[in-house]
């Protein structure tokens, strides 16, 4: 029998295994970076591990030659009113499918989930011949509208306000407390945690949507940054320096985002696949 | 009963009914109001971009229109004409030669890595935490590194095969190639996503059913078929309605990675719809595939949730 003190081998070979693995998984990232900061990457030039004459010189051109600071802008800009409008219009129809009984309520609520499974595929002709109806193509409102309400959302946050004890409720109405009040006073404070989830994948799917985007906004200025690093990619075909330096601009916020909210969106994965 | 998630008690039905039913309010003005302050916000939004184009695109799907001149209807023609084109089956062959490349290999390594992070490991949280970075990233940025580091002439892949004597594969610039190197990238970005469902099903299973295996003798290769195999089911059927979901909406990847190219060889379903619809102008066809898609979906999705019974133990 060996002390509990020493290492097993097949302790040490899992470590190995599981590191060589994550290294091979961010490989990719690091490499992206490295490209980004070698001038002139592309069909002669290979870029080494540690470039010699590693400069910034790409991502000058994504901001001199390209309206980069624009698209940047852009992209946080439409994130943020989408994640604002998903977290009202999500936790007002949570608390209509949580609190507030009616006839019917089965039936709309299992539309609204139904709203889930309708690919956006599917959706984009008549999308785009609706917009074009009411004058919104190439225009921010025309990206933003179709996004406001995230079924996703209402049925994460209708599961939060569920665990929300009605006492809580109860006792505020028999303070004279009407639903607006309970609604921001006692539900919303109760389920921040599920709001954090909602916010953090609300932004990152607006930050990381392409069809939808690629097909309303049209002119260079309007775009955001998945379409703009697409028509990077066609524009600067051998330049892969300045084609990296604009992924590695759409992957570091990105990246930031989930350092701090990686509890969150880790969650927020989880719970979805426990059924 | 302490469940791990509320979706495990469906809400509505245990209450007594006479509670639900004496709790509903009087359907006075005042509460109509209420109830119509809270449902708008979210029940506009989605009939108008969702519901009423749902509806839409099914009537679209009858009529010849290129998005400018007027709708003209010719009734079922568009179906008939996408049944009859060969480009149609090719376009699903190519969508479902996709799946059943991505989806064994993002299962089989997410659960290996999933076991593999349910141990008692040194800086777990790190190793996890890269491991589902590439989830976070945009498919553009993925599509475009992956084609540089699967670049044929002097891309990280084919010069590292170049040191072991391998002369690396033309890659997404070969057809017999290009739909494996979108698998590759794909399944690098799925991975994580795959890893943490499995891990969260793995931390919810009873650690009792692995002493009560031991005792009964069951080595580690038996008490991985015999406990957590069957128990990790749910999560397993989770992973492929899912994978099997995205897999035939697949878009991004191809759109950036290959366009459909070469030769046509990863022209998948989506990238058809958005062609026909933005490139031939033939918004009618696109919306009949369209609606082919989604009933193959749906259909796909549904015989799973019938056949879930034979292999799918909810604890």
């Known amino acids: ?275 | 009963m302490v469940l791990p998630t509320a979706v495990a008690t469906p809400p509505s039905r245990t209450p007594a009914r006479s509670g639900r039913n004496a709790r509903r309010p009087r359907a006075t003005i005042g509460y109509v109001l209420t109830v119509l302050a809270f449902l708008l916000p979210s029940a506009v939004p989605l009939a108008l971009f969702v519901l009423g184009p749902m509806i839409a695109a099914a009537w679209i799907s009858f009529t010849e229109w290129n998005l400018i001149t007027p709708m003209e209807f010719i009734g079922l023609a568009n179906y008939q004409e996408l049944l009859a084109d060969e480009r149609t089956g090719e376009v699903f062959l190519h969508t479902i030669q996709y799946i059943a490349g991505y989806l064994p290999l993002v299962y089989v390594g997410g659960l290996a890595l999933a076991l593999a992070l349910n141990r008692a490991l040194k800086g777990r949280s790190l190793w996890r935490g890269i491991y589902f970075l590439p989830v976070v990233t945009s498919w553009i940025a993925v599509a475009i590194v992956w084609r540089w580091l699967l670049n044929p002439n002097n891309g990280v892949v084919n010069l590292a095969l170049g040191w072991f004597g391998i002369d690396g594969p033309g890659w997404w610039t070969d057809p017999d190639w290009a739909m494996i190197s979108i698998i590759l990238a794909s399944a690098w970005k799925d991975l994580g996503f795959v890893m943490v469902i499995l891990l969260a099903g793995l931390q919810s299973i009873n650690p009792e059913l692995y002493d009560a295996a031991k005792v009964d003798g069951a080595g580690a290769w038996s008490r991985l078929r015999n406990v957590t195999i069957p128990m990790l089911s749910p999560s397993t059927f989770f992973v492929v309605v899912i994978s099997l979901i995205n897999g035939f909406q697949v878009f991004d990847q191809v759109y950036a990675m290959t366009g459909g190219g070469p030769g046509g060889s990863t022209q998948v379903v989506v990238q058809q719809i958005y062609d026909l619809t933005f490139r031939y102008g033939a918004a009618g066809e696109a919306s009949a595939l369209s609606w082919l898609l989604f009933i193959v979906i749906l259909g796909v999705t549904v015989i799973q949730i019938i056949g879930q019974k034979r292999w799918v133990h909810y604890a």
């Open chain 1, 1 to 275: 029998m060996h002390s509990s003190q020493r290492v097993r081998p097949r302790t040490v070979v899992l470590h190995v295994v599981v590191i060589a693995g994550a290294l091979a998984m961010f490989f990719p990232f690091m490499w992206t970076f490295i490209t980004s900061i070698t001038p002139g990457a592309g069909f002669s030039i290979t870029p080494r591990l540690w470039p010699e004459d590693a400069s910034l010189e790409a991502y000058q051109t994504l901001f001199t030659e390209r309206p980069f600071a624009r698209v940047i802008a852009n992209s946080i800009g439409l994130a943020l009113v989408t994640t604002l409008a998903q977290l009202f219009t999500s936790a007002t129809a949570a608390y209509a499918f949580s609190r507030l009984p009616f006839r019917g309520r089965g039936v709309v609520f299992a539309i609204y989930l139904a709203t889930m499974m309708i690919p956006l595929q599917v959706l984009i002709v008549p999308l785009f011949a609706e917009l074009k109806a009411f004058g919104l193509l190439n225009t921010y409102l025309g990206a933003l509208l179709p996004t406001f309400a995230s079924a996703f959302g209402i049925f994460l946050l209708r599961q939060a306000i569920n665990q929300v004890p009605r006492e809580l409720d109860e006792a505020a109405t028999l303070d004279g407390a009407g639903h607006f009040r309970v609604f921001a006073q006692i539900v919303l404070p109760n389920i921040r945690p599920a709001l954090a989830t909602l916010t953090v994948f609300a932004f990152m799917s607006s930050w990381n949507a392409f069809l939808w985007p690629l097909v309303v906004l049209r002119s260079p200025e309007l775009q955001t940054l998945p379409i703009a690093l697409a028509g990077l990619q066609g524009q600067y075909t051998t330049a892969w320096d300045v084609v990296m330096a604009g992924s590695v601009v759409s992957i570091l916020p990105m990246l930031a985002l989930y350092i701090f909210a990686q509890k969150y969106i880790i969650q927020g994965v989880a719970s979805s696949g426990i059924k």
